[in-house]
């Protein structure tokens, strides 16, 4: 059996018998895949921001595509939401230790980023 089918019999088996979380990498893709969540994890690092400041930071996201995000990112437990008792309501997020573990990998697929930039100019 090749390496390829060997993969598939293994996933295939894995979804069949036990959860898809036995495997580290599509648990980290499940929670922190798709297009905004990685973007969002990268602009808090290191910070808290509040909602507009997140907004401006990331402009062509929608309020809506933002909010689920957010509330995703939180209930998965990788940020924090404050909301202060003031009118308007403030609110405040800020990545948990466990999303900060991610710093060094955002790091690197961002200066891989940059160097796929320059190589297909």
């Known amino acids: 059996m090749n390496v390829n089918n060997n993969l598939l019999a293994t ?16 648990t980290a893709i499940d929670v922190i895949g798709g297009k905004w969540k990685v973007i969002i994890l990268y602009q808090l690092r290191g910070k808290t921001l509040r909602f507009g400041e997140l ?12 909010t689920q995000q957010l509330r995703a990112l939180e209930e998965d437990k ?12 403030r609110v405040e997020y800020r990545t948990t230790e466990l999303a900060d573990k991610l710093n060094p990998a ?3 697929l961002c200066g891989w980023g940059g160097e796929y930039q320059k190589a297909h100019q």
């Open 55 to 66: 907004k401006k930071a990331i402009p062509k996201i929608t309020q809506k595509t933002l």
């Open 78 to 89: 990788l940020l924090t939401r404050k909301v202060y008792a003031e009118i308007p309501p």
């Open 106 to 108: 955002l790091e690197l």
């Open 11 to 26: 996933n295939e088996k894995t979804e069949d018998s036990e959860s898809i979380y036995s495997c580290p990498v599509m």
